[in-house]
């Protein structure tokens, strides 16, 4: 299974992005998709997550709930993170991941079955 991320670039404070995460190799329905974010000189964290099938159970790390939403499309083998009110805080690197598991994430880094590359996301004042 391999994931390709896309859909970072530069954005002024209060803009909008969608990341995309694009699944092959596999049923992309039986995996759930997170997001993660590496900020410039810190550690990795979680960001959001969706549950395999239908995507009915979701979750969301306290700083982005209410302006980040995660969705997922079967039919187009996609995963997106729509990014709302961007804050420079948020410029990172973003990654997807895929799990073969029930539940909702986040799992331990070592569960998941796939990480893409990443894309940058860079806010600026």
């Known amino acids: 299974v391999q994931l390709q991320a896309s859909g970072g670039g530069l954005v002024q404070i209060g803009g909008s992005l969608r990341l995309s995460c694009v699944l092959s190799?596999?049923?992309?329905?039986?995996?759930?998709i997170d997001w993660f974010r590496r900020p410039p000189g810190k550690e990795r964290v979680h960001v959001a997550s969706?549950?395999?099938?239908?995507?009915?159970?979701?979750s969301y790390h306290d700083s982005v709930n209410g302006r980040f939403i995660i969705s997922r499309d079967n039919n187009k083998n996609t995963a997106y993170l729509q990014m709302n009110s961007l804050w420079p805080d948020d410029t990172a690197i973003y990654y997807c991941?895929?799990?073969?598991?029930?539940?909702?994430?986040?799992?331990?880094?070592?569960?998941?079955?796939?990480w893409g590359r990443g894309t940058q996301v860079t806010v600026s004042s």
């Open positions: 969706i549950s395999r099938g239908s995507g009915g159970d979701k």
């Open positions: 190799g596999g049923d992309f329905s039986e995996y759930g």
């Open positions: 991941a895929a799990i073969r598991s029930s539940g909702v994430g986040p799992f331990s880094s070592y569960s998941y079955d796939s």
